[in-house]
């Protein structure tokens, strides 16, 4: 065998030009799993992504496959070509010169990419199915990492084994797929310009195929196509499948005439079935002709119980048909479908066959249904088509129109359509628009007219009418109407009761993600949890779940539902301290709620700016929360105006304005009056911290809502977990003994043995590493009064159990006379005591008399004391090794004794601490880690040869014979500037592992 067959350019990767880059299937490739099989049509990127992103990878290597690759020594002489750059791919030459077989051959291959620890990638991988190769391909298989991409669906026994233990990791179109962001990214690499709405819209007639996204990103950007021509593509395609004649023909070229012929025709149709087109098209061999298209991988998908070609694929072929064909063509399927009772197949063909008059009695019949499945899309472009006559003909159609137009959050619209639909149509779809949009006042009369008129079944008008009660506030009405309703996540929150209504709105969570349904506004459970989550204080979920809705609102092309999930960012952000993030979170609410015409909804982003301004002093302040006061009082929902007020109080409270304890009073009558007892145990605890007034009602507020003290709320009148404390040591004081031992868990929470009888309200940071610095209440002490200040808060770190003053004065003063020391002292420990204590309670971080000692508190943070702890922990415990990798090197410099011992123990104690970590990882695989905490040992102590013997053993894991050399010499430097060698067992390790004769 010789190396002249195959090709060398299949050895080498494609050089792909301005490919988009893919964070997003970057995440998926470096996921656990060895094997990738990436299996989708031609277009999808298969090649680009892999070429573009294979430096990601690490050493890798590429194999291009053709026909030729089912001879067996034609694969392995490939292979062995594109590992010839590899390290020891010299035993695959001396294999082949050697005449080894193709299966011999491979096992090699597999032993060279496995000690290099390489990918290789083979393309038009559907060549490996072949069995004569799949034997060979097995050896590799096995063994090594390796991407497959392939055309068409990769079976073989030995994939099917692999993927059963959990070692292949399945990528096809849906992932393949440009997602929105990846559109909009790709058209802004190529300088398309388009609006946010304009790149959804490409993204949905392309449904993200990549050839296709690009393509038509191309001519956006020349010019050559008008965004507005994508609308209608389903049924105006000549523009676009003459535009798209190149992109097809790359597709089509290959086909045969009978099947190509037999595609065009049934281009007609979005789902293709075999009793479909033997009837449409009298093509007894449609089952066939279907399979060998699916099977080829590139003209059609199955979905479903049938097929489907990409639609700028339908729209190109359908632009071949005469007018009068495609019509007829419809009108045969629409019958069909209408036979079969597949009604929104028969809607699409009827309007395609120009029979309006059917299509609007299939909408007037079919649009609820549709709606509420999701298909807004598809009612959407139905009522596009239907001229106005047919519109006025059938009223009842406005009515659909507005139902549309309310599921787009476009409300203004939906009212217009609603006021031309029959009077009870009318009144239940203005009072549905006003339910939406959270406006019980005016939704009101109107459902008493749709009841009045019979508009619907009375079991949905009871419902409607207790959700407006709901919305109201009116919580006993809303009960008497429909008990179920206490069954929801928003009854359960606007009665305050939290942990139900989270535990709700997760399980309707869970329905919400991905999959056709309609947008259900401010009922969306995500955003339901995510402001439930902000009330309570689990931020991380609630940031999620907004994040969520974001995404959910963007794929339902709800303006409505981004706004509110914006909002409920904004408020995370606000309850984290985020104050930045959560006004310019706020500020894009508000942007997304101006198209919609639901002032309601712009009621919590301004919430939260009065909220942000109140609480800096600003003077428009009162301007934006009565804006907020404004929208909720006209709307009617009581509970929304109790939630504004406590809000904009709670930002005069930080900013101690004298209205606070006003407003605050205000909100919780506002709470009272509609049921929840949360707001009003909030309003309570903000109203003792104002001014002190009613103990009683904070401690009960306290015990029901502990996390009020715990957490940092959404609703938290004290923001940081120094302000809870001290607001609990000032409920506690107020208390008799007996009720403030009720508060001892509260305490325990936040760190304390019991409730603090005083507090500083301020948090004290050492620090020692480095540099000595002392923070108090997040302000650095730059003025320490006088300097040996300094030392002695360095020599009580040093000593954390405390010593005895004499000790003290003795290190401070050696070599001072008795009475002079001892005035010094008192100076010294009062300079101190006023840094740490400028006022009372004093004792509280620093211990007087004749024992000194800073006094061990959640409120004192001493980074020498938290770094031992680290260095004494056992190798392997939980966030050790990153915890060791932030460690600075050194103490601060200091002239006591006491202290330079303590710098020298730790200075000798961190390359061990490293070392013993590194060592814990090397042994359960985590090669990078161990690599990384030995190299830190090193650089910590130069000379430090346990930490070498590691880093030799980890560069030999990884295959970094270089690496290992580099850290053998530097130590040998290190160690020689000492007047040493490496000891005989680090040498022996080396030549070893390295292969040397001699170090």
């Known amino acids: 065998m010789t190396l002249e067959h195959p090709a060398p350019r299949r050895a080498k990767p494609p050089q792909p030009r301005g490919a988009l880059p893919r964070p997003r299937l970057l995440s998926l490739l470096r996921g656990p799993e060895r094997i990738v099989a990436c299996v989708a049509p031609a277009g999808y990127g298969k090649t680009t992504t ?278 007829e063509l419809a009108r045969l399927g629409a019958a069909h479908f209408e036979d079969s009772g597949s009604h929104r197949l028969a809607l699409h063909a009827h309007l395609q066959a120009g029979d309006v008059e ?129 069954e929801t996540a928003r009854f359960a929150l606007r009665r305050g009761h939290l942990q139900e209504a989270i535990e709700r709105a997760r399980s309707g969570a869970r329905d919400e993600l991905g999959g056709q349904r309609e947008a259900r506004g401010h009922r969306e459970a995500l955003l339901l949890e995510s402001l439930v989550g902000a009330l309570l204080g689990e931020l991380e979920e609630a940031e999620r779940s907004a994040r969520s809705g974001a995404l959910e609102g963007e794929r339902l092309e709800s303006p409505f539902v981004r706004s509110l999930a914006l909002s409920r960012l904004g408020h995370v952000h606000l309850a984290r301290g985020s104050w930045t993030e959560a006004g310019a979170a706020y500020e894009e609410a508000l942007a997304f709620a101006d198209g919609t015409a639901a002032p309601r909804l712009t009621a919590e982003p301004l919430m939260g700016l009065a909220f942000l301004a109140a609480a800096k002093g600003a003077p428009h302040a009162r301007d934006l929360a009565e804006r907020a006061l404004a929208i909720s009082e006209e709307s009617g929902d009581r509970y929304m105006t109790a939630l504004v007020r406590l809000t904009f109080a709670l930002g005069l409270a930080h900013a101690r304005h004298e209205d606070a304890a006003r407003e605050l009073r205000r909100a919780s009558a506002d709470f009272a009056a509609c049921g929840d ?122 000593h954390e159990g405390g010593l005895a003053r004499e000790a003290a004065q003795e290190a401070l003063f050696p070599d001072v006379e008795p009475s002079v020391s001892e005035r010094n002292m008192r100076i010294v420990l009062h300079a101190l005591g006023q840094l740490l204590e400028p006022s009372e309670p004093h004792g509280y971080f620093l211990e007087r008399g004749e024992w000194l000692r800073l006094k061990p508190s959640p409120d004192l943070v001493v980074d020498a004391w938290d770094a031992w702890r680290v260095l004494n922990a056992a190798p392997g415990s939980a966030g050790r090794a990153a915890a060791l990798l932030a460690l600075p090197e050194r103490y601060a410099a200091c002239d006591l004794d006491d202290v330079q011992a303590q710098a020298e123990r730790y200075a000798t104690r961190l390359p061990e601490a490293l070392t013993t970590e590194a060592a814990a990882a090397f042994d359960r695989g985590a090669f990078e880690d161990a690599a990384r905490l030995a190299e830190r040992a090193l650089l910590a102590e130069p000379a430090h040869e346990p930490s070498l013997r590691v880093l030799l053993r980890t560069w030999y894991a990884l295959g970094n014979a270089h690496g290992a050399v580099r850290a053998y010499q530097g130590c040998e430097r290190a160690l020689a500037t000492l007047g040493l060698t490496p000891l005989p067992e680090t040498r022996a390790l080396f030549r070893t592992l390295v292969g040397a004769t001699s170090p």
């Open 358 to 486: 059917r299509a609007a009695a299939l909408l007037a019949a079919h649009a609820s249904r549709w709606l509420g499945q999701g298909r807004v899309a598809l009612v959407e472009r139905a009522l596009r088509h239907l001229p106005e006559e047919t519109m006025r003909a059938n009223p009842e159609l406005y009515e659909v129109l507005g139902d549309v137009h309310r599921a787009r959050s476009r409300y203004a619209a939906a009212t217009s359509a609603y006021d031309r639909a029959p009077r009870a149509a009318r009144a239940l779809g203005g009072a549905r628009v006003y339910l939406d949009t959270v406006r019980p006042a005016l939704a009101e009369p109107l459902l008493h007219e749709a009841q009045e008129l019979g508009a619907t079944e009375p079991d949905v008008l009871a419902r409607l009418r207790a959700e407006n009660d709901l919305n109201a506030g009116r919580l006993a009405s809303a009960r008497r109407r429909w008990p179920d309703i206490t």
């Open 677 to 798: 007892t949360f707001g009003v145990h909030a309003a309570a605890l903000a109203s003792f911290a104002v001014d002190g007034s009613d103990s009683s009602a904070a401690r009960e507020a306290a015990l029901a809502r502990p996390f009020l003290l715990t957490r940092s709320t959404l609703l938290s009148v004290a923001r940081t977990r120094v302000a809870r404390a001290a607001l609990l040591a000032r409920l506690g004081s107020a208390l008799t003994d007996e009720r403030r031992a009720d508060l001892s868990g509260i305490a325990r929470e936040l760190g304390y043995a019991d409730v603090p009888a005083q507090h500083p309200g301020a948090e004290v940071r050492v620090r020692v590493l480095g540099r000595l610095v002392l923070e108090r209440g997040g302000v650095e002490v730059r003025d320490w009064g006088r300097a040996k200040a300094r030392d002695l808060l360095a020599l009580l770190v040093a």
């Open 50 to 327: 892999f070429a573009a992103h294979l430096g990601d990878f690490g050493l890798a290597c590429w194999y291009t496959l053709d026909a030729e690759d089912a001879d067996p020594s034609v694969f392995a002489v490939g292979l062995a070509r594109a590992l010839s750059r590899l390290p020891n791919a010299e035993r695959l030459e001396r294999a082949l010169e050697d005449g080894a077989s193709p299966r011999a051959l491979a096992r090699i291959a597999a032993d060279v990419l496995e000690a290099n620890g390489a990918l290789l990638v083979l393309d038009e991988a559907q060549h490996l199915t072949h069995p004569l190769v799949e034997d060979v391909a097995r050896e590799v298989l096995l063994v090594a990492r390796v991407a497959l991409l392939s055309r068409t669906s990769l079976v073989t026994p030995t994939l099917t084994t692999l993927g059963a233990q959990g070692d292949v990791l399945h990528l096809g179109t849906a992932e393949l797929s440009f997602d929105r962001a990846e559109m909009s990214a790709l058209l802004a690499l190529m300088d398309a310009k388009v609006t946010p709405d304009e790149a959804q819209l490409a993204w949905s007639v392309t449904e993200g195929w990549p050839i296709a996204a690009r393509f038509l990103a191309q001519v956006l950007a020349s010019g050559r196509l008008s965004p507005s021509a994508l609308r209608n593509f389903e049924t105006q395609s000549t523009q676009l499948g003459t535009l798209f004649a190149y992109l097809a023909q790359e597709v089509l070229g290959p086909l045969q005439e009978p099947l190509r012929d037999f595609l065009r025709r049934s281009s007609v149709f979005e789902t293709l079935t075999p009793d479909l087109l033997q009837r449409v098209l009298n093509e007894p061999r449609a089952a066939t002709y279907l399979d060998a298209l699916a099977r080829s991988g590139t003209f059609l998908t199955r979905e479903g119980g049938g097929f489907r070609a990409h639609p700028l694929l339908r729209a190109h072929l359908r632009a071949a048909l005469s007018p009068e064909e495609a019509r």
